[in-house]
């Protein structure tokens, strides 16, 4: 019998107890799924970083603690997880990832705030360009950045992506290194950072970065709110750009005093930009446990190094 521990927390419990169980099922897999294992006899866990278990080291036989979560940056800094650690690459989040951030882009794009916000008599007849002619960058271009950018190169944006390591994503030119951050971000008009939260990327755009940017280049940020200084930010939108879309925050929630709320060139979401869908994630779960115990290799393992 294989005893997997369901750590992630009462809330997600009451979602993951309705589809796991037939996921786990499907994969072939017999096994006692439970909130409640003696942690010496757990062979995996399925954690969130504020769920259940802080100190893993008494879950010694464990094989793989798997997040839910797509971000690891609070469980790769905790000393006592020593166990193989998989991110989430869920093809629901990846979906809410690609709608939102269409969506805030094509707001931007289409000027949409003239026609909702300025209904005040004025007949403001400016045509949009065209997707063509608005480059935009994406940074990160992991399992959501290179959904993203896919999706906006469809439809006819030209664009452009940063990521550690070179690849090829058709529709999307891609670049590396500092020289590499540099070209994308002086060239877009708009630009997406999907990139993890680790120690290189902590503050990455900082004032130097954000003085690169075109005057009115507009920035959405469905990462990680510490991917930039705030206070950089928004000194760079009081001298040139043109808008912050942020979804992420240093702290959160945002408290209510945060100069953010008020700026007129910043529109807040509250940590909504997506989310891991149970239904589509409890079959990665399973997928997991099956290659663990076929004695496969595991997929989306984080490299501690690298810190994502
Ligand atoms: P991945 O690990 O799949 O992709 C990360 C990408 O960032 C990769 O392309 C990687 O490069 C690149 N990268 C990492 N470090 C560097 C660096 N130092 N320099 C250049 N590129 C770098 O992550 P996901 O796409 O799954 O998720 C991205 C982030 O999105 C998560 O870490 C999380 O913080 C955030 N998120 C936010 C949500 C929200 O609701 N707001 C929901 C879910 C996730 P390479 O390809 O070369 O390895």
Known sequence: MIRVLFAAGAKCWSEYELVLPEALEAKGLTVDLSRDHAPGTVDYIVTAPNGDVQDYRPYRCCKLVQNIWAGVENLTDNPTLTQPLARMVDPGLTRGMVEWVTGHVLRHHLGMDRHILGQDGIWRSEI????????????????????????LSDLGF??????????????????????????????AQIVVLLVPLTALTRHLLNAERLALLK?????????????????????????????????????????????????????????????????????VIAENIRRGEAGQPFQHLVDRERGY
Request: net charge negative.
């Open 128 to 151: 949009p360009p065209l997707a063509a002619d608005r480059p935009v960058t994406v940074l990160g271009l992991g399992a959501l950045g290179s959904a993203c950018a896919t999706t």
């Open 215 to 283: 005057r009115n280049t507009i920035i959405l940020n469905p990462g990680r709110g510490p991917l930039i200084d705030d206070g950089a930010l928004i000194a760079a939108l009081d001298s040139h750009l043109g808008h912050a879309t942020l979804d992420v925050f240093e702290t959160e929630p945002l408290p209510a005093d945060h100069p953010f709320w008020a700026h007129p060139k910043v529109t807040v979401t509250p940590h909504i930009a997506s989310a891991t869908r149970p239904a589509t994630a409890a079959t």
């Open 158 to 187: 030209p664009v452009r992506g940063w990521a550690r390591r070179d690849k090829e994503i058709p529709g999307v030119e891609v670049f590396s290194g500092h020289d590499g951050l540099d070209a994308v971000l002086r060239d």
